[in-house]
């Protein structure tokens, strides 16, 4: 059996995965990585389930990942694929400009258990190494585990938009996984370099050369981003760009000027029109300068606010919020929701102490 999964073609067979699919590129893309290059890789049931437990995986989600792992003999196709995996996020651990590589969209009840499962064997393969190398840069286990927890955040995503156990969206997370994204109370921070892979829309060459240090292609920047949870309040993004600012003065120094940019449908200023000039996304939009371009944000408005595909049908979409009437009302006149680049500089370092220096 093992030796007809040596390739891309072999393991497709096994998995039942079509030749020209996504999966099918992202096994082609693993099979570039050649046997010699991979760790040792343990992960039996007893280090899932710890895991499991320190990620704050609930139970129910937690048993189908448990029923789903895969051993080297008995699943020796899925094993094939956890090992590359394992091994591209390890390879590039700390790496905020490497590439991310192609991940499998394995959401939503027209994939198996195993399918949809086998991202999250692959984080809790790679959660020991990602601790590691955040508690050797000093930073407070607290922190640590605040940022790797986004699996479970985006697994109960998943449980409420398809219910059942999978990950929303897993290539974010490999982000998580690779120690470059930090959960700081409200708002999550990645770093990145202008111009590079992670870039977000900005300014022309010229004018952002103009602009100089901290704009520049090739400058070290910070990327913003709002997760779900708890109301976007003004004092909850002050406390969390304040501990931004002195979390990468002392964990990722730079010697230049360190902008911060979020690139996101929240920055729209077509929200203004529908909401209270004091909610907290209009605040937050004041706090950054918008830069100029944008792309349509249609569908990342329907997914982002109401969990929904870009072909949902209006007048099913629930009208519970301001936001959620101003969505849907801005879609039926015929017009579009836009995504903006916007920055703002962080606070000055050494304001409040970080989650467990306290």
């Known amino acids: 059996m093992r030796d007809i999964l040596l390739d891309a073609a072999g393991v497709a067979a096994s998995l039942g995965i079509a030749e020209g699919t996504n999966p099918w590129h992202w096994l082609k893309e693993l099979e570039a990585i050649g046997q010699d290059e991979l760790e040792p890789l343990e992960l039996d049931r007893r280090q899932a389930a710890r895991w499991l437990d320190l990620l704050r995986v609930p139970a129910e989600d937690a048993a189908v990942v448990l029923a789903t792992l895969p051993s080297r003999d008995r699943e020796p196709a899925w094993w094939w694929c956890l090992e590359r995996d394992v091994h591209r996020l390890l390879s590039n651990m700390g790496e905020p400009d490497a590439p991310r590589g192609r991940w499998p969209a394995f959401e939503g009840n027209q994939y198996d258990d195993a399918q949809r499962c086998h991202f999250i064997h692959v984080a809790l393969a790679v959660a020991p190494a990602t601790l590691s190398y955040l508690s050797g840069l000093g930073i407070p286990e607290e922190i640590a585990f605040a940022s790797m927890a986004d699996l479970a955040r985006h697994m109960a995503i998943h449980r409420r938009v398809h ?196």
């Open 163 to 358: 219910r059942s156990t999978g990950v929303e969206a897993a290539w974010w997370i490999t982000l998580c996984l690779r120690g470059e994204l930090v959960e700081l109370g409200r708002l999550q921070y990645n770093r990145f370099t202008l111009g590079g892979a992670g870039s977000p829309l900005w300014y022309p060459e010229n004018e952002a050369i103009e602009r100089g240090a901290g704009f520049r292609p090739g400058d070290s920047c910070l990327g913003i981003h709002i997760p779900e949870g708890s109301p976007l309040s003004p004092a909850a993004v002050q406390s969390s760009l304040e501990m931004a600012s002195d979390f990468f003065c002392r964990f990722f120094t730079v010697a230049q000027r360190r902008v911060a940019t979020c690139m996101s449908w929240l920055l729209d200023e077509q929200l203004a029109e529908y909401l209270p000039a004091k909610s907290n996304i209009v605040a937050f939009q004041r706090r950054f300068e918008t830069v100029p371009g944008s792309e349509e944000g249609d569908a990342q408005v329907l997914k982002f606010v109401f969990r929904a595909g870009p072909d949902a049908d209006l007048s099913r979409l629930p009208q519970r919020s301001l936001l959620e009437q101003a969505a849907v009302a801005h879609l039926r006149a015929g017009r579009h929701w836009q995504v903006r680049t916007g920055w703002l500089d962080l606070p000055p370092a050494g304001t409040p102490p970080l989650p467990g220096e306290a």
